[in-house]
Nanobody, 123 residues
Framework: QVQVVESGGGLVQAGGSLRLSCAVS????????MGWFRQAPGKEREFVGA????????YYGDSVKGRATISRDNAKNTVYLQMNSLKAEDTAVYYC????????????????WGQGTQVTVSS
């Protein structure tokens, strides 16, 4: 099992920035990628971005490209999502997930999920 815990959500004004954290523990040897997804009320889960477990490669969804940066701290087994120039449409519950696959944008390929953290952007 892999445990995933997100933190760092909150209320931010449009145009502002936010950094979300994702702490990963457990049997991580089978984890090849970590992904961030988000889900707004009444909408489908949307891919935000992903990073390889080594941290060497990243992949971003079109809606956040240029505004999002995913990084990881190997010593802390933590993955970060930095979001800049936030918009009202970025409001959602943000989820972190672990995958044995490679930088997938398909949420079905992620095996372990955190509980999510709410991000609300006020306009």
């Amino acid at each position: 099992q892999v445990q995933v815990v997100e933190s760092g959500g909150g209320l931010v004004q449009a145009g502002g920035s936010l950094r979300l954290s994702c702490a990963v523990s457990g049997r991580t040897f089978s984890t090849h990628s970590m992904g961030w997804f988000r889900q707004a009320p009444g909408k489908e889960r949307e891919f935000v971005g992903a990073i390889t477990w080594s941290g060497g490669s990243t992949y971003y969804g079109d809606s956040v490209k240029g505004r999002a940066t995913i990084s990881r701290d190997n010593a802390k087994n933590t993955v970060y999502l930095q979001m800049n120039s936030l918009k009202a449409e970025d409001t959602a519950v943000y989820y972190c997930a672990a995958s044995s696959g490679w930088l997938s944008d398909n949420y079905r390929e992620y095996d372990f999920w955190g509980q999510g953290t709410q991000v609300t952007v006020s306009s």
